[in-house]
């Protein structure tokens, strides 16, 4: 019987879609990992504290009270008045996902983390790709006369990352 691809275990771009910003680190939810594990998400936490030593400061932190209420606005979970989680959760770098194949025995987890390494990959390369072609308008920037300086400042323009959304008030301002 051959085995499976990757690919039809989680898409990329669901795995992509989980993977957040947080602290200057790309991390991923302890919910999140659980849901493409197929286990509980106290159950991956159970096994994580079991093994507490493989998962350093750098692997995994839980997030502050702040951080998780922006990041729950963010995904919309759901908060703890209501049936959610009651503390906040636990996140993991790229070192501590791949850590987690090593706690999680099962095949399953095996082939997600391999899909989660990939994406983690595909996205370190995609900032790769921007910062050289960055450089590279740079380069030619330098080499053209002035007839070309508003189509360089369009084209840098268009590679800022977008400004972060400002938070607006709700409600009545008097």
């Known amino acids: 019987m051959a085995k499976r691809s990757t690919s039809t275990i989680v898409p990329a771009i669901v795995i992509e879609r989980r993977i957040h910003i947080i602290r200057g680190h790309k991390v991923m939810l302890d919910s999140d990992l659980a849901e493409l594990y197929q286990v509980e998400t106290k159950n991956l936490n159970k096994a994580v504290k079991r093994n507490i030593g ?58 997600v983390n391999i899909a989660i390494m990939r994406a983690f990959v595909q996205l370190r390369e995609i900032a790769v790709t921007h910062k050289d072609l960055l450089q590279k308008v740079n380069e030619m920037e330098k080499k ?31």
């Not at 995994?60 to 209420?69: A, G, R, V």
């Not at 002035?146 to 972060?164: D, G, I, S, T, W």
């Open 54 to 111: 493989r998962f350093p400061g750098d692997f995994m932190f839980q997030l502050t009270e702040e951080e998780w209420s922006l990041l729950r606005f963010q995904t919309g979970t759901s908060n703890a008045d209501r049936g959610g989680r009651r503390y906040p959760p636990y996140v993991f770098t790229e070192q501590g996902v791949a850590m987690l194949s090593t706690v999680l025995n099962s095949e399953r987890a095996v082939q």
């Open 144 to 174: 053209y006369d002035e007839n070309f300086r508003v189509v360089f400042a369009a084209l840098k323009r268009l590679m800022e990352p977008p400004p972060a959304p400002t938070k607006r008030r709700i409600g009545f301002k008097p």
